[in-house]
């Protein structure tokens, strides 16, 4: 059994195909679009309510039949969710050919990569893996994270996101800023006020210049 490097991707603008348009493939398609896909291109003879509602709301691509050897040609990426081992051991096949990463579901032996349990905030996503061992721990696991870190981690970290151009511009030291990311954090797990995190970051970034020619002014 391999054991798999985490790595995080970046799908913007890049062809992902998804094979099979039923209610497994629906859910391996919306973690898709929430990691940003563009369109992602469903084959399938038939879809799932919601995927046919996707398709009218232009969040996906349909090809309305089954898979066709040469269907992967400028894939980045493809999903493989169908019932048909034949199916499945074809566009596995296609995709090692071609060097494109696929996940064909419940069969790690096709598979290249697998895909974690994950909750997403915002910009905060947190992945459990048990390198396909147990998915059923990851689940487990995944909820039990999902109860400690709720929707304000989210707002956390694009508040941190925010900050991060001015202080790293500010503050050249790497221990200097490392000790003011987890004062800031700190501050926020304990009041759980933007406003109170800004200002804390504010008076690490204000230039001794500033601070000096304000002392001479009053």
């Not at 679009?33 to 309510?49: D, E, H, K, M």
């Not at 400028?74 to 999903?79: K, Q, T």
């Not at 147990?134 to 981690?153: F, G, M, Q």
């Not at 987890?182 to 970051?201: L, N, P, R």
Request: positive net charge; charged residues 30%.
């Amino acid at each position: 059994m391999s054991d798999y490097y985490p790595i995080s991707l970046d799908l913007k603008g890049k062809r992902c195909v998804v094979v099979g348009g039923g209610t497994i493939a629906e859910r391996k398609i919306d973690s898709l679009l929430i990691f940003s896909a563009s369109s992602p291109i469903v084959i399938s003879p038939g879809l799932t309510r919601m995927l046919e509602d996707y398709v009218l709301k232009e969040r996906i691509s349909h090809i309305k039949r089954g898979y066709k050897k040469g269907d992967l040609e400028g894939a980045f990426l493809v999903i493989v969710a169908t019932d048909d081992s034949e199916v499945n051991q074809a566009v596995a096949s296609e995709a090692f050919e071609r060097g494109i990463l696929v996940n064909v579901v419940d069969c790690p032996r096709l598979c290249n990569f697998i895909l974690p349990a994950f909750i997403k905030r915002e910009h905060l996503t947190i992945a459990v893996s048990t390198g396909g061992q147990s998915p059923a721990l990851a689940r487990r696991i995944k909820t039990h994270l999902a109860r400690l870190y709720k929707e304000d981690y989210g707002l956390l970290t694009t508040l941190l996101g925010e900050l991060r151009p001015e202080v790293q511009k500010t503050i050249s030291d790497p221990v200097h800023r490392k000790h003011i990311w987890e004062k800031a954090i700190d501050i926020w797990m304990e009041t759980k006020d933007e406003t109170a995190v800004k200002d804390f970051i504010r008076t690490q970034i204000v230039p001794v210049d500033s601070i000096c020619s304000g002392s001479r002014r009053r």
